[in-house]
């Protein structure tokens, strides 16, 4: 399996914007619908934007990640993004990235996350 590394969290003020890599290593990215997770303190870990393997076809988990925050595919970098802006107390988290969940299965390995702090 692929190795990830994400990076680009941080303590922030509401309102700020924060951006989000996910560098990938040992499988291509472009071989996968790819997407961004987050784990809240006591909470599971939910999907918060999924990006197919050309691009072509965006989700978001909710109204409010949908107008604030943006997924970025960089196949030639084997990179993810996630742009956040606006962010607000309840995006605090710990940040992941994987490949969609198919076959009963992700296609890399887990990485550190990247912890995002936002203070009111």
């Known amino acids: 399996q692929g190795q990830l590394d994400e990076s680009g969290g941080g303590l922030v003020q509401a309102g700020s914007s924060l951006r989000l890599s996910c560098a990938a290593s040992?499988?291509?990215?472009?071989?996968?619908?790819m997407a961004w997770y987050r784990q809240a303190p006591g909470k599971e870990r939910e999907i918060v934007a999924s990006?197919?393997?050309?691009?072509?076809?965006?989700?978001y988990a909710t109204y409010s990640v949908k107008h604030r925050f943006t997924i970025i595919r960089d196949n030639a970098k084997n990179t993810l993004y996630l742009q956040m802006n606006s962010l607000e107390p309840e995006d605090a988290a710990m940040y992941y990235c994987?490949?969609?969940?198919?076959?009963?299965?992700?296609?890399?390995?887990w990485g550190p996350g990247t912890q995002v702090t936002v203070s009111s």
């Open positions: 040992g499988r291509n990215i472009s071989d996968y619908n």
């Open positions: 990006i197919s393997w050309s691009g072509a076809n965006i989700n």
């Open positions: 994987n490949s969609g969940y198919r076959n009963g299965t992700y296609y890399f390995n």
